[in-house]
Each structure stands twice: as structure tokens, then as C-alpha cells.
């Protein structure tokens, strides 16, 4: 009886021990998959048997801050994306592309032009200075409306991802409840349904709760429910193009708006909050910037009426709008920036006159003319335009322009405040990263695999192999001796 007793357990220990190494194997296969947690192998005896069950390492307080991180982490690349995007639309304010500097060189060529007013030469190369002015105005709005639209389709791309993950999550989480209630191994399950999560989180901040039999619902980090027993409906409708007064989409959670200002429950993280910041909030102040510039060039540049008795009204100069000739309204200036233009009256390129610029009288009516008599000396109205862009103006206080300024001064300013934000938002993804790498590095330590730690646990689980062996070796021959001594 005693041998067959060992015998037994030298069986019972060669297959735990089996496991155990297949379980040790595992660990080593799976070193380098981040998404991995160690799976540990414990022996259990019950019913006089020796069985092996496989947990895995876990620390949910480290897995929770990770997650968090993740969806901070996300939101703020995509704000620093969308900026960086703008930044584009600038150039170098101390080169000639930016509408700081192109401000600059239309004010030097109506200086050298009042200098020789009855150069033509001059009179068209202020022109040429406007059109460029104005042309840069056009493509920089052109530009920030082609961001909104990129951040709007991105949305669209996370709210697809959304839905498609938790679709992945609720066969994961099947599986999970359906191991747990079988007593099977679910180690795998855990990490994929955790892999999954932890994608989700990217999108969109998140947050599970575990409940009763392994199950665990998914809530947003304003409390909506994304996950429970099944998943919640993710919509949201891109716009086809936008222009500065469209008003894009909000996405919904079962059916309640998280985006938007209207929101009762606005999202806090993920990628979705840093895309609509870019979309509705940088990319829209920015374009009220530039809208601004244009209406202080039309204001500037606006031609009055001269005659008598003198009541006619300002109206457009050597800048215009598509409502020209009339000056533009606060209801005109959304996307302003993208309708500036050069006065044809003055473009020699389509059939004007550059000296309309010295003399005015770019709308009819005696009384808008500078001019009267046609003397080619007349500076007089250029020195006006010079000392009408070098006089501060004010702008909306929400603007981000300085109270007050001039248009250089206020073009410089858009061009500082867009490289200040852009340069708290990389300061700000730099810090988050930190946090993230060293959240994750914290959960990798508690629950990631260690080459010399699996080593060492192979080199054990081995040399109880070869004792089981050798005792199982034994009682054979001890068994052969007995049968041998009865025949």
C-alpha cells in the first residue's frame, strides 16, 4: 500500500510539476507583450488529489492610475496635433509668411510709394503687397477650417473604434464570466478583456467596475454608461466641410450629448475632448483672430465721403469683402478672413488702376475721391492709410489679440498666443507622459513578467521534476523486486 501510495504521488507531483513549467514557459513566450500579466501556477490538494490552478498578478489601484494616465495622455496629443497643425498656417513671424510680417512689408511699400507718388512701378507694388496681405489671410483661414474639418473626422474614426472595441469587450467579458462560472482558466481572458479597456481608454476616459461572478460594467468619466450586461450606443455625425460659423456634431452615449457646450455631461479625457477642444475652441478663436485682422485692413483702408454736403457713407478702399462696398458688420465677420480681397477698382491685373491707390475714388461718387485734381505729387491720402495702420485699435476681449494694438501688433499677438498654447500643451503632454511611463512601469513591476525570476522558477520546477522522476524511478524498481521475488 505505501508503494502505491508513492507512486501516486510522484505521478501527482511529475504532472503538477508539468504544469507548472508549461505555465513558466508561457510567461517567458510572452516577455515582451505589455498586455501580458504574470500568470502564477499554485498547487491546491483537496479529495487526496494535488492539482494545479493558474491566477495571474494583479493590481488594480496601479491598473486604474494607468488607465487614467492613458486618457489624459490621449486627450492632450490631440490637442498638440491640432496645434501644431495651425502652427503650420503661420510660418516664421520674423520671415515673410506669416500676416504679421506681410502687414510689415504693405506698410514699408506704402511708405517708398508716398515717398514717389507718380511712380507707377510703386503704385502696383503696394498693390502686389495688399493682394499677398490678403491672399495670406484667405489661406490661413482656408487652413483652420481644413483642421476643424480633420479633428471632425477623426471623431468620427474614435466614435468607430469606440464601437468596435466594445464589441470586442463584450465577447471578452462573455468569456470571462462564462470561465468563471465553469472553474476554468481565465488568466488569458482577464488580460484580454484589460487589453481592451486599456485601448478603449485612449478614445475616451473610462472606468470598470467588477461586480458578482466576474462581470464588469464600463463607465465614461462623466458617469455615462458605455458597458453593462451589453454596449451602449456611440454616434456622433461628421460634417462634410466647415467654414467658421458651422457648428459641427456632438457625439452621444446611449442617446445623453458628452461633447459639445451644451452638454449635461461633458467628457473629461480621451482623445475625443483634446479633438473637439481643437475643433471648437483653438481652431475657432484663431480663426476670430484672423477675421479680426481683416476688418481692422477693410476699416482702415475704408474710403469716406469727402464731398458735399459729405453724408454718404464709409465704404470699402483698396480692401473689400464679398458684401462690399459697404463696410463690414459684426454679423460679416465670421470667416472674414477667408472673403478679403483687393478692390478690383485697383488691380491692374484684372483692368484698375493702381493710382486709385493715391487718389481714392475705388466706389462712385465725387465725394470718395482724394484726388480731385490729379496731381501726381498727392501723398496725402497714402500718409492717411500709413498713420490709419500704425493707430491701435480694440479688440473682443475674448479674442486672444491684446485690448488694444495695432495690426501688426495684433498679428504678431495671434501668431504668439497660438505658439504659447501650442507650447503649454507639449509642456503638458511631456509631464502626462512622464506620469503614464512611470504608471505603467509601476504596473509592469507588480504584474509583468521577469526573465530571471521565470529562470530561476524553471531551474526549481526542474530539479523537483528530476526528484519526482528519480522517486517514481525507485518505486518502479521496488515494484519490479516484489513481482520478481513472487514468481
Known amino acids: ?20 513549467m508549461a505555465i513558466v514557459s508561457r510567461n517567458t513566450t510572452s516577455l515582451d507583450d505589455p498586455s501580458y500579466s504574470r500568470k502564477i501556477a499554485s498547487l491546491v490538494t483537496g ?22 494616465s492613458t486618457s489624459e495622455l490621449a486627450g492632450r496629443q490631440a ?12 510660418g516664421d513671424t520674423a520671415g515673410t509668411d506669416s500676416v504679421a510680417a506681410k502687414v510689415g512689408i504693405l506698410t514699408k511699400a506704402l511708405g517708398t510709394y508716398a ?12 498693390i502686389a503687397a495688399a493682394k499677398d496681405l490678403a491672399a495670406g489671410l484667405n489661406e490661413a483661414s482656408r487652413l483652420v477650417q481644413s483642421t476643424r474639418l480633420e479633428a471632425d473626422q477623426e471623431v468620427a474614426a474614435s466614435v468607430g473604434t469606440i464601437n468596435d472595441l466594445l464589441g470586442q469587450f463584450d465577447a471578452a467579458n462573455r468569456a470571462v464570466v462564462a470561465g468563471t462560472a465553469a472553474g476554468g482558466d481565465i488568466s488569458d481572458a482577464l488580460d484580454q478583456r484589460d487589453k481592451i479597456v486599456a485601448e478603449l481608454s485612449q478614445q475616451i476616459g473610462v472606468s470598470a467596475v467588477t461586480r458578482a461572478g466576474n462581470d464588469v460594467a464600463l463607465y465614461a468619466d462623466n458617469g455615462v454608461t458605455l458597458f453593462d450586461r451589453s454596449a451602449r450606443s456611440v454616434v456622433f455625425e461628421p460634417t462634410n466641410a466647415f467654414t467658421a460659423g458651422t457648428v459641427g456634431g456632438v457625439v452621444k452615449i446611449d442617446g445623453v450629448a458628452v461633447t459639445g457646450e451644451n452638454s449635461p455631461m461633458p467628457l473629461a479625457t480621451g482623445r475625443i475632448v483634446g479633438l473637439m477642444q481643437v475643433r471648437d475652441e483653438a481652431a475657432v478663436t484663431y480663426q476670430e483672430q484672423f477675421d479680426t485682422i481683416a476688418q481692422g485692413l477693410i476699416e482702415a483702408f475704408a474710403e469716406t465721403d469727402n464731398g458735399t454736403p459729405g453724408t454718404g457713407p464709409a465704404l470699402a478702399g483698396l480692401f473689400t469683402h464679398s458684401g462690399g462696398p459697404a463696410l463690414p458688420t459684426t454679423a460679416d465677420l465670421p470667416g472674414l478672413a477667408s472673403r478679403i ?29 482724394y484726388n480731385a485734381d490729379g496731381a501726381a505729387s498727392f501723398a496725402d491720402r497714402l500718409q492717411a492709410l500709413q498713420a490709419a495702420l500704425a493707430t491701435p485699435r480694440s479688440y473682443p476681449a475674448d479674442s486672444g489679440l491684446p485690448v488694444s494694438g495695432t495690426l501688426q501688433a495684433a498679428a504678431s499677438a495671434s501668431a504668439s498666443w497660438l505658439e504659447a498654447t501650442r507650447k503649454a500643451a507639449s509642456s503638458q503632454v ?21 526573465r530571471d525570476d521565470e529562470t530561476a522558477t524553471m531551474l526549481q520546477l526542474e530539479k523537483s521534476y528530476a526528484a519526482s522522476a528519480k522517486l517514481l524511478a525507485t518505486v518502479n524498481a521496488m515494484l519490479q523486486t516484489l513481482l520478481d521475488s513472487v514468481r
Open 1 to 20: 500500500m505505501g508503494l502505491t501510495l508513492s507512486l501516486n504521488a510522484a505521478r501527482s507531483s511529475l504532472i503538477a510539476n508539468a504544469s507548472q
Open 47 to 68: 479529495n487526496g488529489q494535488l492539482r494545479v490552478v493558474v491566477s495571474r498578478a494583479s493590481d488594480a489601484a496601479l491598473y486604474e492610475r494607468m488607465i487614467g
Open 79 to 90: 490637442l498638440l496635433k491640432g496645434l501644431t497643425r495651425l502652427a503650420d498656417t503661420v
Open 115 to 126: 515717398e514717389r507718388p507718380d511712380d507707377a512701378n510703386l503704385a502696383k507694388a503696394a
Open 341 to 369: 480681397g483687393v478692390n478690383a477698382a485697383a488691380d491692374p491685373s484684372v483692368g484698375g488702376d493702381p493710382f486709385r491707390l493715391r487718389d481714392g475714388g475705388m466706389n462712385a461718387g465725387a465725394g470718395y475721391a
Open 430 to 450: 511631456d509631464s502626462e507622459a512622464a506620469f503614464l511611463q512611470s504608471a505603467s512601469t509601476a504596473l509592469s513591476n507588480a504584474t509583468g513578467v521577469n
